[in-house]
């Protein structure tokens, strides 16, 4: 450990100074990063032929890539590099993130030192402008004032708060001085499509539910801050979204908890399309055909979804519901919104708790804070479960960290799952990972592994080296 910290030190000076000769120097040591293992549960041997590569780094211009093998012997060597300029990596995606999803859960708060008026609550609070606007005029000056209001005195449904991220959809946008350009959908300002949504998305208030609501009015009469919490009663309800270069899929995560009455259609998919064009100054970009918005997919209000997404090929859709008792799987085509496969997953039980997808092209790793899924994905594109384990014995339920932050590899039973070595205390960020493998029996091994590059601290919180920001985990059965 001192060996590596002095070796650090001597690079610090190095790169300060510029010396070009610094890769000579360091190339002497570049193979000395050792690796401690601390076997936790089960045996090692479990995890014969697994390799792990490991990427660390040292402020983007000490690079170390070591290659851990576990087996008897545990074999292992390190690639160094030293780069004059900064090398972060770069992040390889299977493609651009994007998201559709708006909530009716009304729970924020704003400030302005300017004071607030109803311009920045229909920026942060849309629908719910007179509503505020009433308790901050009843609010005395140089006091904070807490009011609790029914919602439903000011709004027959839910106002819809939205959250959109679509970088292949294009919309004109019009600024405060009236100049138009066009930008990609982004945010919670994107009228078009935030228009369609609340025309289609109807949903009555509970005429139970209160808000509370916290204002502090300065002495001169600015309402300099303003807070809304769901005080009582009232319905819950997220959207969760799919996204294709062709169309947003969107469902509710509610069941029978939403009125759907008001919504054509009923409960369901809905699928908002990308197949409109918008023409700007010459050029054309693709844009939403908000009034193609339409339920394509029936859903029972006693399904749950916990998520959905598409396979790689973006022509299949992938629920994992909550019904009756049990956690399902179906598969949907999206060109003919046909069910094409539905299989039980597991029984829910009093624990609960979300399932986590961990998605590669050969197989889906689904876990949750007690359970592991793998399902095969078969030449033809169908899926298969294989099996279900419980994540750990109990006996080492405390010592087994729960992430969904995990790196996977599957040999077609054996599957290794891969993350950050955890630890409890500063620094909490480091160099370590850990492994666990399974079967379908369930857990076979877990192990911790500290990396030599764990020595010598930047503050109180982190160490010199660092894990890389890309691919700095990876699993590979050899």
């Known amino acids: 450990m001192r060996k590596a910290l002095a070796l650090l030190l001597v690079l610090v000076l190095i790169c300060s100074a510029g010396m070009i000769g610094a890769r000579a120097v360091i190339n002497a040591e570049r193979d000395q990063v050792t690796i401690t293992e601390n076997i936790i549960y089960g045996d090692k041997l479990a995890a014969d032929g697994l390799n792990v590569i490991r990427n660390a780094q040292w402020q983007y211009h000490l690079h170390w890539s070591t290659d851990y093998n576990i087996s008897a012997e545990n074999r292992y060597s390190t690639n160094f590099d030293f780069t004059q300029n900064e090398e972060r990596g770069e992040r390889i995606a299977a493609g651009a993130y994007a998201e559709l999803s708006f909530s009716g859960y009304i729970n924020g708060g704003m400030g302005s030192n300017s004071g607030i008026g109803r311009e920045e609550l229909s920026d942060f609070f849309t629908g719910l402008e007179e509503l505020c606007l009433d308790v901050m005029e009843r609010a005395p000056a140089g006091e904070e004032y807490t009011a609790y209001v029914k919602l439903s005195d000011y709004c027959e449904f839910y106002p819809l708060f939205m959250s959109i991220d679509l970088p292949m959809v294009y919309y004109l946008k019009t600024d405060d001085n009236g100049n138009q350009y066009v930008r990609f959908a982004e945010g919670n300002d994107c009228e078009p499509i935030n228009t369609a949504l609340r025309e289609y998305f109807k949903i009555p208030v509970d005429s139970e539910e209160l808000l509370e609501v916290r204002v502090y009015k300065a002495p001169n009469g600015a309402v300099t801050s303003l807070d809304l919490y769901c005080a009582a009663g009232g319905s819950r309800f997220y959207v969760l ?59 029972d209000t006693d399904i749950v979804i916990q998520t959905m997404f598409t396979d790689q090929s973006e022509e299949r859709l992938i629920l994992i519901s909550k019904e009756h008792g049990k956690y399902m799987f179906t598969v949907i085509n999206l060109d003919t919104m046909e069910t094409l496969q539905r299989f039980e997953i597991d029984s829910c039980d009093e624990r609960g708790g979300d399932w986590y997808i961990s998605e590669s092209e050969e197989y889906l790793v689904l876990t949750s804070g007690y359970r592991i899924a793998v399902i095969d994905i078969l030449e033809n594109g169908d899926y298969s479960l294989n099996y279900v384990v419980e994540r750990c014995p109990e006996e080492v339920a405390d010592a087994l960290y729960y992430t969904t932050e995990i790196v996977t590899a599957y040999d077609g039973e054996r599957l290794a799952m891969g993350w950050e070595l955890h630890k409890d205390t500063p620094p909490y960020r480091s160099c370590g990972f850990s492994i666990a493998v399974y079967n379908r029996t369930g857990l076979l091994y877990y192990g911790d592994y500290e990396s030599g590059l764990m020595s010598g601290m930047e503050s109180s919180y982190q160490y010199i080296c660092q894990h890389t920001d890309y691919d700095s985990l990876l699993l590979e059965w050899k």
């Not at 919504?263 to 699928?271: E, F, L, S, T, V």
């Open 241 to 299: 979204s799919a996204v294709t270069e062709k169309a947003a899929y969107f469902t509710f995560d509610t069941g029978s908890e939403v009125d759907f009455s008001h919504i054509p259609g009923g409960y369901g998919i809905y699928c908002l399309p990308f197949s409109d064009e918008l023409t700007f100054k010459g050029e054309t970009f693709p844009t939403a055909a908000a009034d193609a918005l339409e339920m394509v997919y029936p859903l």
